[in-house]
Structures are given as C-alpha cells and as structure tokens.
C-alpha cells in the first residue's frame, strides 16, 4: 500500500546532489509504503526475539527492551522508489546492545529481519553491526506512528528503505542468505541505493 503522490521524480538543487543516491529525489514529506494493511501492534504484546536459526538466544517485551541502551542516530533515507529523506531523527537500541545483552557476537553473516505482519526481509549481518543499524523506538523524539512501523522498526539507513522492516519483532541469524517478502519478487538481495541495487540483476 502506497500514499499517493510519491511515484513523480521532483528536482533537486546542487546542494543536495552529493547526498541523493543516484536515481533520486528528494522528499519533503514521509510517504507511507507499505506490502499490506497496516498492523496495530500493541506494546504490551510486542516481544523481540533473537535466534539463531530455530534456537530462541533470547527474548525481550517491551519495558524490558526499552531499558535497553538507548542511541540517537540521524540519517539520511532512501526509498527503492526513487525518493530520498534527509536528517531524519530515531532513536533506539543499535544492533550491537542488543547482540551484547544476549552475550554474544553474531554466529553468521546472514540475518532474516521479520515483523508482526508477517512481512521478513534479509540483510547481510555486517550491515546490522558496527553502529550502522538499530531496532527505533522513536522518530523525531515521538512514539513511531503505526504507518511508519511503530511501535518498532528495523532502522538499516545505508540501504534502501524497505531493509528497515516495519513493526519489528524479532531478528534471525541463518546459515545461509534466506530471501525475504521483497527479495523473493525480484528485489536486490543487498539493496545499497549508492550501487542503485534496486533488482536481483543490478
């Protein structure tokens, strides 16, 4: 599902060009894309699961993982269908708390993210670590509204936007690359917008 408006390529100025991924615009609003209907996920219900394939390594809910550290990250974003964000504000647990709270360091280089709605996309591990990705809890210092994947959302800014899965439950390392819900229509298994890997092929 997709707010209309958001598929028209609009001008961007010089200033701007060095931080657009090519093929991109920039965007003033925060389009709303989503596979399907938009799931109300209560927070007293949400739990977070990290597992290594069908092993549980550790579950929390949602008092527990908010007592988590917590990390402000601004990032530029980019959507897969051409628009781009810039200084967009979260705040949330990074991947490398979360990895820590459990004791461990990442058992493989493959990682199936999956959301209350059913919705999973892969993204390759050294992309979750190292700072550059967090489990958000808030945008622009408020409470991510459902649209945007509230309560929580995956936050992977270096990759096309769809890497960042909305309504977040849970993370799983695989031995092996698993296609997530886009990747298996076609999409890019890495999704970098600077290498435009928007298609399997690109």
């Known amino acids: 599902m997709a707010t209309r408006g958001f598929l028209g390529r609009r001008n961007s100025d010089d200033t701007t060009k060095d931080r657009l991924p090519p093929g991109q615009f920039l965007e003033q609003g925060f389009p709303v894309l989503s596979a399907g209907p938009t799931p109300r996920v209560k927070t007293e219900e949400w739990s977070f699961k990290l597992k290594a394939g069908p092993r549980l390594l550790m579950q929390w809910n ?4 908010n007592a988590l550290p917590q990390t402000r990250m601004t990032r530029d974003i980019h959507c897969v269908t051409t628009w781009s964000k810039f200084d967009t504000a979260w705040e949330g647990v990074l ?4 990895l820590a709270e459990a004791g461990i360091e990442a058992p493989t280089g493959f990682t199936l993210a999956h959301s209350a709605d059913g919705y999973t ?6 992309d979750l670590v190292g700072g550059r990705a967090m489990v958000a ?6 409470a991510i509204p459902p649209d945007h ?14 890497k960042s899965a909305k309504w977040i439950t849970g993370l799983q390392f695989t031995e092996k ?3 997530g819900f886009w990747e298996l229509r076609g999409y890019h298994r890495c ?5 435009e890997q928007r298609y399997t092929d690109d």
């Open 149 to 162: 994947g509230g309560p929580a959302r995956l936050l992977v800014p270096h990759l096309y936007f769809w």
């Open 121 to 126: 996309t892969n993204v390759p591990t050294v």
């Open 177 to 179: 690359d698993e296609l």
């Open 95 to 98: 991947i490398d708390d979360v």
């Open 191 to 195: 999704g970098d917008p600077w290498r």
């Open 62 to 65: 949602w008092a527990e993982f």
């Open 137 to 142: 809890l808030r945008y622009e210092g408020k």
